[in-house]
């Protein structure tokens, strides 16, 4: 079960990802809580809507990602998922840039489905 599970969870981050990149905000509303909070790296906080506006209108501008490493740890029905990639991204109005963009990630799984409540971004 929890391999299951942590594959799933890794293919959700993928899909994250891939979603954000065809700015399928449709796709990602899906797969994102409702009460899901994405903490920037200059600390500020969008929620949910807020974030996928972002996504649609362009200021959040995402056009390939590369993964090098994703760690889960399950504790019931949450998880932790800590997913190191290089992203290449235009965001708030910059110029193309690549990223090597860490997403420590809250979930928890609801009905047997996993959902992305929470995403803090760094840099690694």
């Not at 969008?46 to 990602?65: I, P």
């Not at 998922?81 to 910059?94: E, K, M, N, P, T």
């Amino acid at each position: 079960m929890e391999k299951d599970d942590k594959t799933q969870l890794v293919m959700l981050y993928e899909n994250m990802y891939q979603l954000m990149i065809r700015k399928d905000t449709d796709g990602l509303a899906k797969i994102l809580s409702e009460e899901f909070l994405l903490h920037h790296m200059t600390g500020m906080v969008q929620r949910k809507q807020e974030f996928l506006q972002a996504v649609r209108q362009g200021t959040l501008n995402y056009f390939s990602a590369v993964h090098e490493k994703v760690d889960v740890q399950i504790t019931g029905d949450y998880a932790q998922l800590i997913g190191d990639s290089r992203v290449l991204a235009a965001v708030f109005g910059g110029s193309r840039h690549t990223w090597r963009l860490r997403q420590t990630i809250s979930c928890k799984k609801e009905n047997g489905v996993w959902t992305i409540e929470k995403s803090v971004a760094s840099v690694y």
